[in-house]
């Protein structure tokens, strides 16, 4: 039997409670990532820990964990939301496995995409595929992040139906349409910006995420 879910009423209300040190942590570096845009200070130190070429051509392997710590995007409604989704998506996982998997599920999903996107790209440049002059735009900081806890959520919650804000009219979506929409939206992403690491990572990331078992009930 299907329920329906208001994913924006609940955050405003704090539903859920608290989240976990951590995953707050992550919040507040995902918002200073896509926020710190506006202060030159911070662009070098935002820049070393994104995923780019630099993880081959300078042994910078750092990025392909940290990249998930920084947010993408800078000021805009849509990065509001992105962060929203991304609470929201961690504080319902936490419900149906608990603290602890949901962790590891988010930060094991982070190393395995990001190292599928990097031998991806290194693979296309060395064979001369797609030029991107912004590799890994599509998987950088809150994407990869959503990427592996919208399939979890996907996953836990098959019979759900989301409503999105007042502003988005409101829609009802079934949960099970949620991961193929996302898909759909990365190969819209793909074919804007030919960042095929990214879309890599993207999958990857869905991949992970949808492996996921409940425990709850």
Do not use: K
Request: hydrophobic fraction near 55%; proline fraction near 6%; glycine fraction near 12%.
């Amino acid at each position: 039997m299907a329920f329906e879910r208001n994913p924006w009423r609940e955050f405003i209300g704090g539903g859920r409670g608290r989240p976990p040190q951590l995953l707050a942590a992550w919040l507040v570096a995902l918002a200073v990532g896509c926020f710190g845009g506006m202060f030159w200070e911070l662009g070098p130190v935002l820049d070393g820990l994104r995923l780019s070429a630099a993880v081959w051509e300078d042994g910078q392997v750092w990025r392909v964990v940290t990249y998930a710590f920084v947010g993408w995007g800078g000021v805009s409604p849509w990065t509001l939301i992105q962060l929203v989704l991304v609470y929201w998506f961690s504080m319902e996982l936490i419900v149906w496995i608990g603290w602890p998997r949901v962790r590891v599920l988010l930060l094991s999903g982070v190393l395995v995409a990001g190292a599928a996107a990097v031998v991806v790209q290194l693979a296309s440049d060395a064979s001369g595929g797609p030029d991107n002059h912004n590799p890994f735009c599509l998987m950088q900081g809150q994407h990869v992040v959503i990427a592996i806890a919208l399939a979890a959520f996907a996953r836990c919650n098959q019979n759900a139906t989301v409503t999105t804000p007042g502003f988005l009219l409101g829609l009802p979506v079934p949960v099970r349409w949620m991961v193929p929409l996302h898909l759909l939206y990365a190969l819209a992403g793909f074919a804007a910006t030919r960042d095929l690491g990214g879309l890599v990572g993207v999958g990857v990331a869905t991949w992970w995420g949808f492996r996921v078992r409940a425990t709850r009930g």
